[in-house]
């Protein structure tokens, strides 16, 4: 056990889609500029239509921003999944198992209530090898935190 425990990171440790989120939030950040261009540039509008622009401009900035908000935070008490737009905590007994197979768009946590979670936060797409690693990370953390079932002694 110790010597799992010695390839552990330090808790806390925080999961991100890294390449993901720095391409919607460049996009996010464009998207405002361009239409707040647009606006400012254009001579005939009033002052309100103007400032209509601007607020479509973030309104839809908006979009990217919350797709780029998935993370997982792992601490000594358990783990915070923040997906879209939701939020869970869950305590490291919770959490049965850390899963990604082939074709999975993103890791799924098996709980012991008997459903599943996704972990948006660790997601094969543009950087498979990072959320492999990621994956196995959690996968490892799990199994040395989880208090073991007892029956299965």
Same mark, same amino acid.
């Given at each position: 056990?110790? !010597?799992? @425990?010695? !390839?552990?990171?330090?808790?806390?440790?925080?999961?991100?889609?890294?390449?993901?989120? #720095?391409?919607?939030?460049?996009?996010?950040?464009?998207?405002?500029? #361009?239409? @707040? #261009?647009? #606006?400012?540039?254009?001579?005939?509008?009033?002052?309100?239509?103007?400032?209509?622009?601007?607020?479509?401009?973030?309104?839809?900035? *908006?979009?990217?921003?919350?797709?780029?908000?998935?993370?997982?935070?792992?601490?000594?008490? *358990?783990?915070?999944?923040?997906?879209?737009? @939701?939020?869970?905590?869950?305590?490291?007994?919770?959490?049965?198992?850390?899963?990604? &197979?082939?074709?999975?768009?993103?890791?799924?946590?098996?709980?012991?209530?008997?459903?599943?979670?996704?972990?948006?936060?660790? +997601?094969? *797409?543009?950087? &498979? +090898?990072?959320?492999?690693? !990621?994956?196995?990370?959690? &996968?490892?953390?799990?199994?040395?935190?989880?208090?073991?079932?007892?029956?299965? @002694?």
């Amino acid at each position: 056990m110790s !010597d799992l @425990s010695d !390839d552990l990171p330090a808790l806390p440790v925080t999961f991100r889609p890294g390449r993901t989120r #720095a391409v919607l939030l460049t996009a996010a950040t464009a998207l405002f500029a #361009a239409i @707040s #261009a647009v #606006a400012l540039l254009l001579e005939r509008i009033s002052p309100p239509e103007r400032l209509s622009f601007i607020f479509t401009g973030a309104l839809l900035a *908006g979009v990217p921003v919350l797709l780029a908000r998935p993370k997982a935070v792992a601490d000594d008490s *358990g783990v915070t999944v923040v997906n879209i737009i @939701s939020r869970r905590r869950l305590a490291w007994a919770e959490i049965l198992r850390v899963n990604l &197979r082939p074709g999975d768009p993103w890791v799924f946590l098996d709980l012991s209530d008997g459903t599943s979670l996704p972990v948006l936060a660790i +997601q094969p *797409g543009i950087a &498979r +090898q990072r959320a492999l690693t !990621d994956a196995r990370t959690l &996968r490892a953390l799990v199994e040395a935190r989880s208090i073991p079932d007892p029956e299965r @002694s």
